[in-house]
């Protein structure tokens, strides 16, 4: 019996091989059991770990069936007993798996979307270095190169990604126990992939994956409409990662607000942004022009981004602007003197901190001005 | 690399002539990058000297308005900052045995392909304590 609507998918994610996926995956199957669900254990990968063996007693298990590949008998999940057997969860490990040839597909993810496809729930797990988008990056870093990958929009789809998280000192302590790979792997592991300072690197990659997974989801619900943009600004959520807005003028005196914004952004590990508001209709001209254009250059080679915007009303601008891409600091330069019926309304900076509760704003001084008050008697 | 000598001289000359300066750091891009990539760890070195070159200007009461610009070479990059910015006078400084600078050829080059005054700096060599007292 195949059930109506699409299955809901859970991964599991990790940094690597011995941090819990299946473990984990297993232990909620068994829970799901418990609580009356039918659950069937179609692909387990349980790498000879006895504390993972164990966690799936009890679960109901499918045969692995045998494809013929240039003599050799390889075993793969057989997805038509999946069909067969229509459970309400399927466990399925290794997402990025390579399935055999002749088999419905090539790779173990496009066998999940099928049984997702016919309104069975998903358990998988996965390691973040088989993240496609992030394969260069992972060889590069840590001088491995993974051959099975997965295209990130897999992940995205998924409606819950659960991390399952170790300190490398803990995995590396695992895999000395021999609770990893049997005894004759665990120098060679040592000796190559399993250092602190790769597992640290996989494991930040993982943590930032998990980050932006959720960063991504809640901007997509921020797009749903709720009304007026003010309205908007006020029901932006605060982000998980950290992003950094700077307000500037197509002044001179505006790069040194730019370059303690990037300092800022690069010790938080934060994107940036650069602002400009520009009058309605008002094109730039002139010496403005140009210093826009030098502004752009430094934007780029800084790998920030400089967006301009329309708006009679700086503080409001800047506000949408920050509540749209999530900015987490507002940084802008010192405000002019305010003079006549000016001083009696709200300054800049008091503006954006009630437009954007909760988000930090940091007025950059002006150099000219320490000097002249510092030489003032 | 910038030499003492070239930084004073180069605010003198802005002070005296009431000119903005406007000091560029050019880096040279790998041709395994895209020109218009960015460049974060060559960024941390010229922001802290643009920093630094503000903060003296500031005191030489030198308004600045500093460049970062990205070529395949040293020449490539003044190149295209000459080609983008608007200035009166060039300065730069020589390369020789013991200091960084322009080479020869690119200093040849800016005498005749720079659109305005070149002043080309002699590196400074070295510490003279006799001369400074």
């Not at chain 1, 473990?23 to 770990?49: D, N, T």
């Not at chain 1, 973040?128 to 897999?154: C, I, K, M, W, Y």
């Not at chain 1, 952004?265 to 508001?277: E, I, K, N, T």
């Amino acid at each position: 019996m195949l059930r109506s609507g699409r299955g809901r998918y859970k991964i599991f994610l990790g940094m690597a091989a011995g941090v819990g996926k299946t473990y984990r995956m297993l232990q909620e199957g068994q829970a799901e059991r418990r609580a009356g669900r039918e659950v069937v254990l179609a692909y387990l990968e349980p790498h000879g770990r006895a504390e993972t063996e164990a966690q799936a007693d009890g679960l109901e298990r499918l045969a692995r069936r045998t494809v013929e590949y240039r003599d050799t008998q390889l075993e793969e999940m057989d997805l038509p007993a999946i069909f067969r057997r229509a459970p309400e969860l399927a466990l399925i490990d290794e997402l990025a798996h390579t399935n055999a040839p002749g088999v419905e597909h090539p790779k173990r993810y496009e066998d999940i979307e099928d049984v997702l496809e016919a309104g069975i729930d998903v358990y998988s797990t996965v390691n973040v270095q088989h993240l496609e988008s992030l394969n260069d990056r992972v060889a590069e870093l840590t001088g491995v190169r993974v051959r099975e990958t997965f295209p990130d929009t897999v992940l995205a789809a998924a409606d819950e990604v659960v991390l399952v998280d170790l300190t490398p000192e803990a995995l590396i302590e695992r895999l000395r126990a021999g609770k990893v790979y049997p005894a004759e792997r665990v120098e060679v592991s040592l000796q190559n992939f399993f250092k602190v300072e790769n597992l640290a690197t996989l494991r930040e990659l993982a943590l930032r994956q998990v980050a932006e997974e959720v960063e991504s989801k809640r901007i997509v619900k921020q797009e749903e409409p709720l009304g007026t943009r003010e309205r908007v600004i006020e029901a932006a959520p605060q982000a998980v990662a950290e992003h950094v807005l700077a307000l500037i003028t197509p002044r001179p005196n505006s790069q040194r607000l730019v370059r303690r914004a990037w300092r800022s952004a690069q010790r938080l590990g934060a994107d940036l942004d650069l602002l400009y508001v520009q009058s309605p209709g008002r094109e730039p001209a002139g010496e403005e022009r140009e210093q826009l254009g030098a502004m752009a250059r430094l934007a780029s080679v800084l790998g920030a981004r400089l967006l301009i915007e329309e708006g009679d009303d700086v503080a409001r601008t800047a506000a949408a602007v920050a509540a749209d891409r999530g900015a987490t600091y507002v940084l802008i330069g010192q405000p002019p003197q305010r003079r006549g019926f000016a001083r009696l309304g709200e300054s800049l900076p008091e503006r954006l901190m009630r437009l954007l509760p909760g988000v930090d704003v940091r007025i950059v001084a002006d150099r000219g001005q320490r000097q002249d008050r510092a030489a003032s008697p | 690399m910038l030499c003492e000598r070239t930084l004073e001289a180069s605010l003198r000359l802005a002070k005296a002539q009431g000119a903005v300066l406007m000091p560029a750091y050019l880096t040279v891009v790998p041709k395994e990058l895209s020109l218009d990539a960015p460049m974060g760890v060559e960024c941390e070195s010229a922001l802290a000297l643009l920093e630094l070159i503000d903060q003296r200007a500031t005191r030489a009461g030198v308004e600045v308005d500093s460049r970062i610009e990205r070529g395949r070479s040293a020449r490539h990059a003044l190149e295209r900052l000459l080609q983008a910015e608007t200035f009166d006078s060039v300065m730069l400084p020589a390369r020789t045995s013991s200091s960084d600078g322009f080479a020869p050829g690119d200093v040849a080059w800016a005498l005749d392909s720079a659109p305005g005054e070149v002043l080309v700096l002699r590196p400074d060599p070295g510490p003279t304590p006799d001369r400074r007292r």
